[in-house]
């Protein structure tokens, strides 16, 4: 059973159009949304969440419309917003009472080892931490909710190098343990590289497509040439430079190399951020 469904949605603003998106995410996947501010993520999340109603088309969370009648599918989900709201009165000890009573599957071992490990200050008033401090206590807040499927918007933007390792490394752990989806919008390519499994890449509202990070990385290969490579497009060339080629099918470039007798130096894979830079159109200047 696909866990999530997203059929045919639209968002019309005034200055703004979303979609149309189709998606399915299936349990045991992190799935990253990537994309330039303004192409549409948080607004893609907020819909899942209905907290934006769609234009056109349909969500389902577990075979449920997320705008019907039926709500119950809320409690298999937990989400982790860019900015809290009504948070700032209460101290963490506060927001952990309430996030237990509302989480029928509330962890709080969970709960308590994020604390020690991220080192997340109780006592202390949501408004007098850090970002960064907001956003460990969010997390431990979040995870520890045990919910089915966690929606987490830019989560660890202000946090420190060290708090990231350990909330990749948590996070990897807790969805190896069970059937689980995790849905991360980030611009920190890092973070993606370590934690998605997929990877939903967005531009200007448009999905430019769903793609199995594994099989992303070995599609794009670099090509390296003694000398210019011909001026005639090479079968899988998506960009060159001087002396090389970029291709998102290794097999029948070479295979084309091969046959025309076209030596070339060495081959490389890309980093994760300079094929999403590859994916994601160039701005247009004046």
């Given at each position: 059973m696909t866990w999530i469904e997203i059929k045919h949605v639209s968002k019309q603003m005034s200055n703004f159009i979303l979609g149309p998106i189709h998606l399915d995410i299936e349990p045991g996947t992190i799935a990253a949304f990537v994309g330039n501010n303004g192409s549409g993520k948080s607004t893609l999340l907020k819909m899942i969440m209905d907290f934006v109603h769609p234009t056109d088309g349909e969500i389902r969370i577990l075979g449920v419309p997320v705008q019907g009648d039926d709500e119950g599918w809320k409690k298999y989900v937990a989400y982790q917003a860019q900015t809290q709201i009504g948070y700032d009165p209460f101290t963490g000890k506060d927001l952990k009472s309430l996030f237990a009573q509302t989480y029928i599957r509330w962890?709080?071992?969970?709960?308590?080892?994020?604390?020690?490990?991220?080192?997340?200050?109780?006592?202390?008033?949501?408004?007098?931490?850090?970002?960064?401090?907001?956003?460990?206590?969010?997390?431990?807040?979040?995870?520890?909710?045990n919910a089915s499927i966690l929606i987490l918007d830019e989560p660890t933007s202000f946090m420190d190098m060290s708090s990231k390792n350990i909330f990749i490394d948590y996070l990897i752990d807790w969805?190896?343990?069970?059937?689980?989806?995790?849905?991360?919008?980030?611009?920190?390519?890092?973070?993606?590289?370590?934690?998605?499994?997929?990877?939903?890449?967005?531009?200007?509202?448009?999905?430019?497509?769903?793609?199995?990070?594994?099989?992303?990385?070995?599609?794009?290969?670099?090509?390296?040439?003694?000398?210019?490579?011909?001026?005639?497009?090479?079968?899988?060339?998506?960009?060159?430079?001087?002396?090389?080629?970029?291709?998102?099918?290794?097999?029948?470039?070479?295979?084309?190399?091969?046959?025309?007798?076209?030596?070339?130096?060495?081959?490389?894979?890309?980093?994760?951020?300079?094929?999403?830079?590859?994916?994601?159109?160039?701005?247009?200047?004046?």
């Open positions: 962890d709080d071992e969970i709960f308590y080892e994020l604390i020690h490990l991220l080192e997340v200050n109780m006592d202390e008033k949501y408004s007098k931490l850090s970002p960064g401090e907001q956003q460990k206590l969010q997390i431990a807040l979040t995870i520890a909710t969805v190896e343990k069970g059937e689980k989806i995790v849905i991360i919008s980030s611009h920190q390519v890092d973070e993606v590289r370590k934690l998605a499994d997929y990877i939903a890449v967005m531009h200007q509202g448009n999905l430019i497509g769903y793609f199995d990070k594994e099989e992303l990385t070995e599609r794009y290969q670099q090509f390296w040439f003694s000398s210019q490579p011909p001026e005639a497009p090479i079968p899988g060339e998506v960009a060159r430079g001087d002396l090389y080629i970029i291709t998102n099918n290794t097999h029948i470039t070479e295979a084309f190399l091969h046959r025309e007798s076209i030596p070339y130096m060495k081959k490389n894979t890309l980093e994760l951020a300079e094929i999403i830079a590859i994916l994601i159109p160039k701005e247009k200047t004046n």
